[in-house]
T-cell receptor
């Protein structure tokens, strides 16, 4: 079966660092996406990891361990505008290339 | 141009109405997708078109009917919907379903309310 887990909600303080974890058990794993979605808006692409390791992109970094079925999104120097839902999504190669989304983590950044 | 556009932004329709949602992209992408998203839930895949052919139908009720007139356009025809079909309908596109860059670009969505 397909299973993707991430925390439902997280709260952090402006200027701080937060790590959002995602664990998955899926067949046909190709890579893992992180998307950001503000309320009422479309998801926007943050990162895509295929190989193990950390990929850094400005204030955002994403990590993948294929052997452990684990990924995290690291957000540094948090800003109020980072308050949003963060979606972890597995890209499959054996299901028509579809994305399987986790339930999303609602991040609230407080002053 | 990395934009996916959707019209209309908002739609209110009765259960006996027929309406259509439209999606357009000019990135040369050959895969296009329809998702349904309820509040505080992740997007749920409905349909996938690859090279203008329907490749995935996630057991969606027949009151939703997709159409891909050409490689840039994707429509979703709606008929006899139920109130529980009220949701945000998202269109997305990607280069190809299995390309090395499988990133899906999402449109802004159509907020549908069925009364």
């Amino acid at each position: 079966g397909q299973n993707i887990d991430q925390p439902t909600e997280m709260t952090a303080t402006e200027g701080a660092i937060v790590q959002i974890n995602c664990t998955y058990q899926t067949s046909g794993f190709n890579g893992l996406f992180w998307y950001q979605q503000h309320a009422g808006e479309a998801p926007t692409f943050l990162s895509y990891n295929v190989l193990d390791g950390l990929e850094e992109k400005g204030r955002f970094s994403s990590f993948l361990s294929r052997s452990k079925g684990y990924s995290y999104l690291l957000l540094k120097e948090l800003q109020m505008k980072d308050s949003a839902s963060y979606l972890c999504a597995v890209h499959t190669y054996n299901q028509g290339g579809k994305l399987i989304f986790g339930q999303g983590t609602e991040l609230s950044v407080k002053p | 141009d990395t934009e996916v556009t959707q019209t209309p932004k908002h739609l209110v329709m009765g259960m006996t109405n027929k309406k259509s949602l439209k999606c357009e992209q000019h990135m040369g992408h050959r895969a296009m997708y329809w998702y349904k998203q309820k509040a505080k839930k992740p997007p749920e895949l409905m349909f996938v078109y690859s090279y203008e052919k329907l490749s995935i139908n996630e057991s969606v009720p027949s009151r939703f009917s997709p159409e891909c007139p050409n490689s840039s356009l994707l429509n979703l025809h709606l008929h006899a919907l139920q109130p529980e079909d009220s949701a945000l309908y998202l269109c997305a596109s990607s280069q190809d379903r299995a390309s090395p860059s499988p990133e899906q670009y999402f449109g802004p969505g159509t907020r549908l309310t069925v009364t």
